[in-house]
């Protein structure tokens, strides 16, 4: 239901720039020596015209909409899809504050929301999923006085312990908190969710990073930290909470609008306040024609700081001037201010990627002229749209070489594999998270990344000795992919040429690394590990794993060339972070 067909858009913006007239216009682009230029010369464009906003920006709840859905469940195939759709049904439903007022005060039998919040739970006990979780939703208590009188005697039956779980729960009307492992060596004072064992530094040619002012052993948590922006890909606007993104068993819908869930008031609460207040109205402009979570996350850090927040920086939306790092000045995620830092890489990028970014933050800027952002008395010029446009642009640069993956694990069954296969990480949207963005990439990582739900945590996975770089891997591992695959990647996505020590010494796959046996010890370690993975005890197994790293780190004669025993003490204590974080 998108209102602009992105790759549509692209297609007319390049033929335009091949015609006679267009190729002033494209001299012009090339010449351009900052974004407000680059986006002076898209605007001369006719196709921009079409990089509007077209239709409704918000998808509408209705009655007949969430009845559809629920008679749907019916036929489906599986409790899967029942879920689904009845999730379905419950965001359509219209909800109280919206114009068909009230349901839960109804008390008919055919009342939308009711049915299908009742059939979800049912659904779900009948499934066997951990439905006290489920019951732990604000909307259960209040189920119970709006029963539909002709429930059958089966339904009330089953209804019943699910009900009586709620009882056992705290309503959940507020966030679920993040139980986030504790920082390994107390916090920074001034780096925010960081150990106070590292500190950023500058170094030529690579930019700014972090580095250890002591050794700090493998298995160690520096950072936990919560991003400025995040969004979901829209596959995820039915299962995953927009504010908190977990997986939500008992969706609590925007009041407003039909787009999206949330897993408690709280989240719903909180998530309006910081940005959906101000894009529910355009989410489907966001949505529409393609736009990936890149898009709505660059829309959503623009609504979060707000018009007086940016304003200052309109002035200076092409200008990129870190060449050091400043030892006095606060670092935080959560401030505007460390965003706007981030890389973008903005000289290194080619004249496709300025008209598909150019055209992207055009159109980004007429949806955000609709919302509150730019509503009197914020009111801009046309100067400082352009201004506004060329700091949306930088976002989406930055976004692209700076911007966290979330995923999430899946057992493999609900992936239609075989239970006992392992769950794998399904991406579910990104994350702008500047603490994080400070760690540079190495082929060789010290250090892996895992998402709790919207927060990210970094955690070393072998011994960063006092002075060493934290290095996180952009997924390029040397053990994994030839030096040339693995430098055209980075070149090409994040405009730079690695110069770590695998790419330097031209280091060996893993089958050509030399394979030292195991001491007692190691082995012993190794399956202390093994076991307690299996018994689902992962963050003892990750322990283990860190400890057996530490020894065969002791063993290494030359600590620049690994061995297989140490990439894959490194790879299951990557794994066992994953799994233990995760969860
Ligand atoms: C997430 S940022 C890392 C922090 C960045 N250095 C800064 O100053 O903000 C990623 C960018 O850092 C630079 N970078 C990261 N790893 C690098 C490496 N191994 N060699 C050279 N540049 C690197 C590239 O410009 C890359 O696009």
Known sequence: MGSVDMAELFSRVGEELRTQEGSRIHRQLREATSGSGRLAALLQLSAMAEATPQGPGRLDKSRPAATEWLLRERDAGSDQERLALLNLAVQFAPTPGSEEQQPLELRDHGQTLTAALLRRQHVLHGCGRPEDRAANALYLRQLRDVLPEATSKKFERELESVLAAADEQPAADEERPFKLPKIYGGLHYKLKRTSALVNPAYVEGKGRCLVANEDIPPGSVLI????????????????????????????????????????????????WSRFHRAECGILEHLRGGGLTPMALMVARTALTAGMARLRPYLARCDSYDITDVDPAAVYDSLEYDAVFDQVPNSAFRSILDA????????????????????????????????????????????????????????????????ADDEPEAVELGGAVSATMSLINHSCDPNMTRVNHGRHLIAVTTRTVAAGEELQDNYRALFHEAPRAVRQAALLERYHFNCQCSACRLHWPMYDRLSAVAPRAAVRDLLETGAQSESDGEFRSAAQAFAAAAQLVEADHDDPLQPNRLLVDCQGYLTRCLWLAYRL
């Open 355 to 418: 008209i598909r970014r150019g055209t992207l933050a055009i159109y980004l800027l007429r949806c955000l002229l609709l919302t509150e952002l730019a509503a009197p008395p914020a009111e801009l010029d046309e100067r400082q749209q352009l201004q506004l446009a060329a700091l949306l642009l930088r976002h989406l640069e930055s976004c692209a070489c700076n911007g966290f993956q979330l995923s999430e694990l899946v057992p493999a069954e609900e992936l239609g594999r075989d």
């Open 224 to 271: 936990t930290d919560s991003p400025y922006a995040w969004a979901l890909g829209s596959d995820r606007w039915q299962t995953h909470c927009q504010n908190c993104c977990r997986r939500t068993l008992a969706p609590v819908p925007c009041t407003q609008c039909a787009a999206v869930v949330f897993c408690s008031a709280g989240c719903r609460q909180a998530a």
